[in-house]
Each structure stands twice: as structure tokens, then as C-alpha cells.
């Protein structure tokens, strides 16, 4: 199977770490396509993005007006690229010159399957929420507060550790796979998305798994701290879709109004804290 790997990067205001992200993926093995797909930045990203472009054919860039969603501009980057491998890039994410090649191998060796790998910050802190259960709608019920947490502890006797779900960050597939289940979901704007397509590659066969082995530095939310708001509201919205989809149906009536009450009373105990913040 052809090794091409195309990585696609959605941003939004993402100027502060978009040049380093770009560097690094230029640098990786077997990427042979790097697509931009930006979701109306005002800042200097469509700057920086251009200027890797004229220095590196392999770079396009695409220019949304407005922003459409993380999902819809990911199926963007995917059908102006043609490689047989897909890999989804945070803008705020820095991969090492082998990661991607290396994912790749374990994927050609599973068959289908989505892919990620550890992800630290900047001072080399894991992130404990990469591996991922799905969203357990009745323990929302009985802790508005804490039954949405998904985080699930990394396993150090697994190199390759299957989960539900994985952060959206970093994930890699095939384009076979992508296409059969039919790519990202654009009904989601912000959040929740990747859980979705995680739970859709399961439910088509596949495997999701995390290479405990791999690791980038992820630097965290940089185009979310400046609309806390609204990255709350997605969110939570997309959790509401999330159930609609996939549980609602084997739900009655009055547990699907309890869901859709906690998922917002969830959402309500956070906007002290969030104003806190803001002033």
C-alpha cells in the first residue's frame, strides 16, 4: 500500500504555534500532502500558512469565510487531498520527525483502525484525557458534576492500548476507512466530534487504539482560551447530539429529557468559574 501520508490541519487563530506545527510536519517522514483548512482567522495564521506554502509545494492552503466547524473543515482537507493515509493534526500540536511513519506501521499491521499516541505539554506533562471511554449518560445522570469525565489511565504494559476514544488532536487512518463510515460528522461545530467518529470506526469493525510508545507535544487549546463561552456551549451541545445519535432511541422519553437536562446543568455549574476567569 502506497506510504503517503496527507496531513490535514484545521485552524483558527492559531498564528502562535501554526509556523512550529507546519515546521515540524514539513520535517516528517512520508507526509507527502499538508492541507490548511482556516476557519476565518483574523490573525496572521493565513500569513504564516502561505509563506510555508511558497516555500513547500506540499502545502495548500484553504480559506473558510467563516468557520464552519472543526469537523466540516476537516472533510475539507481530505477531499482536496488524494494520499491513501490520513492524519488529523491539532495547530497547536508538534510531531516528531517518525511519528507519523511509525503510527502508520502499526496501522498497516491491525488493518482497520483510528490511531493516536501519548500527547504532553510543553514541560512534559501527559495529558490524561487522550484515552478516552464514551460518555456515560446515565452516571450524568446521578453526578451532573462528574459523570463526564472520560479520561481513562494509560496502561505502561501496553505499548498498543485499545480505548473507546481518543482526542482529536492526533489521529491517524486510512482513507478507505475514512470514506466507508463516511469521514467527520459537520452536524458537530466544536467538541464531541471526535468522540463520534471513534465510536463509528467501532461500529464499522474497526479498532481504537493509542500508541503508548509515540508521543508529540501538544500545547494545549491556544485558539480556545479567548472564547471560553463558546467552546463551552459546542461542547456541550455536541454531547446532546452525541446521545441523539447513538443512545436516544434505546432511552425512554422522560430519561432522554433527564440527559438533556443534566448535559446543561453540567454546563451551568461552569459559567461561575468561567466568569471568575473573564474578569
Same mark, same amino acid.
Given at each position: 500500500?502506497?506510504?503517503?501520508?496527507?496531513?490535514? @490541519? +484545521?485552524?483558527?487563530?492559531?498564528?502562535?504555534?501554526?509556523?512550529?506545527?507546519?515546521?515540524?510536519?514539513?520535517?516528517?517522514?512520508? +507526509?507527502?500532502?499538508?492541507?490548511?483548512?482556516?476557519?476565518?482567522?483574523? *490573525?496572521?495564521?493565513? /500569513?504564516?500558512?502561505? =509563506?510555508?506554502?511558497?516555500?513547500?509545494?506540499?502545502?495548500?492552503?484553504?480559506?473558510?469565510?467563516?468557520?464552519?466547524?472543526?469537523?466540516?473543515?476537516?472533510?475539507?482537507?481530505?477531499?482536496?487531498?488524494?494520499?491513501?493515509?490520513?492524519?488529523?493534526?491539532?495547530? *497547536?500540536?508538534?510531531?516528531?520527525?517518525?511519528?507519523?511513519?511509525?503510527?502508520?506501521?502499526?496501522?498497516?499491521?491491525?488493518?482497520?483502525?483510528?490511531?493516536?499516541?501519548?500527547?504532553?505539554? /510543553?514541560?512534559?506533562?501527559?495529558?490524561?484525557? @487522550?484515552?478516552?471511554?464514551?460518555?456515560?449518560?446515565?452516571?450524568? &445522570?446521578?453526578?451532573?458534576?462528574?459523570?463526564?469525565?472520560?479520561?481513562?489511565? =494509560?496502561?505502561?504494559?501496553?505499548?498498543?492500548?485499545?480505548?473507546?476514544?481518543?482526542?482529536?488532536? &492526533?489521529?491517524?487512518?486510512?482513507?478507505?476507512?475514512?470514506?466507508?463510515?463516511?469521514?467527520?460528522?459537520?452536524?458537530?461545530?466544536?467538541?464531541? /466530534? *471526535?468522540?463520534?467518529?471513534?465510536?463509528?470506526?467501532?461500529?464499522?469493525?474497526?479498532? @481504537?487504539?493509542?500508541?503508548? *510508545?509515540?508521543?508529540?507535544? $501538544? +500545547?494545549?487549546?491556544?485558539?480556545?482560551?479567548?472564547?471560553?463561552?463558546? +467552546? /463551552?456551549? $459546542?461542547?456541550?451541545?455536541?454531547?446532546?447530539?452525541?446521545?441523539?445519535?447513538?443512545?436516544?432511541?434505546?432511552?425512554?422519553?422522560?430519561?432522554?429529557?433527564?440527559?438533556?437536562?443534566?448535559?446543561?446543568?453540567?454546563?451551568?455549574?461552569?459559567?461561575?468559574? &468561567? &466568569?471568575?476567569?473573564?474578569?
Amino acid at each position: 500500500m502506497n506510504p503517503a501520508i496527507a496531513a490535514i @490541519v +484545521v485552524t483558527y487563530q492559531s498564528g502562535s504555534t501554526i509556523d512550529a506545527c507546519l515546521s515540524r510536519l514539513r520535517q516528517a517522514q512520508d +507526509v507527502a500532502q499538508i492541507r490548511v483548512v482556516d476557519n476565518g482567522s483574523q *490573525d496572521d495564521t493565513l /500569513e504564516i500558512v502561505q =509563506r510555508h506554502a511558497s516555500h513547500d509545494p506540499r502545502v495548500r492552503f484553504i480559506g473558510n469565510p467563516d468557520n464552519p466547524g472543526f469537523a466540516a473543515a476537516n472533510n475539507q482537507g481530505v477531499a482536496d487531498s488524494s494520499s491513501p493515509w490520513l492524519a488529523f493534526i491539532n495547530p *497547536d500540536l508538534l510531531v516528531e520527525e517518525d511519528t507519523l511513519a511509525a503510527l502508520r506501521e502499526r496501522a498497516l499491521a491491525l488493518g482497520d483502525c483510528l490511531l493516536g499516541v501519548e500527547q504532553v505539554d /510543553e514541560h512534559g506533562f501527559a495529558d490524561d484525557a @487522550v484515552r478516552r471511554r464514551d460518555p456515560d449518560f446515565l452516571a450524568m &445522570l446521578r453526578s451532573p458534576g462528574r459523570g463526564g469525565r472520560l479520561a481513562i489511565p =494509560r496502561d505502561p504494559a501496553q505499548a498498543l492500548q485499545r480505548v473507546p476514544a481518543l482526542s482529536g488532536a &492526533l489521529l491517524l487512518m486510512s482513507r478507505a476507512l475514512f470514506d466507508r463510515i463516511g469521514g467527520w460528522d459537520a452536524g458537530y461545530r466544536l467538541h464531541a /466530534e *471526535d468522540l463520534d467518529l471513534c465510536r463509528r470506526v467501532r461500529d464499522a469493525g474497526g479498532v @481504537v487504539a493509542i500508541a503508548n *510508545d509515540l508521543r508529540v507535544t $501538544h +500545547v494545549r487549546g491556544v485558539s480556545s482560551r479567548s472564547r471560553p463561552f463558546f +467552546v /463551552e456551549w $459546542h461542547k456541550h451541545r455536541g454531547l446532546w447530539r452525541y446521545f441523539s445519535k447513538f443512545e436516544a432511541k434505546q432511552r425512554s422519553a422522560p430519561v432522554r429529557v433527564l440527559v438533556w437536562g443534566a448535559i446543561w446543568a453540567h454546563a451551568l455549574m461552569l459559567v461561575p468559574r &468561567l &466568569l471568575r476567569k473573564a474578569l
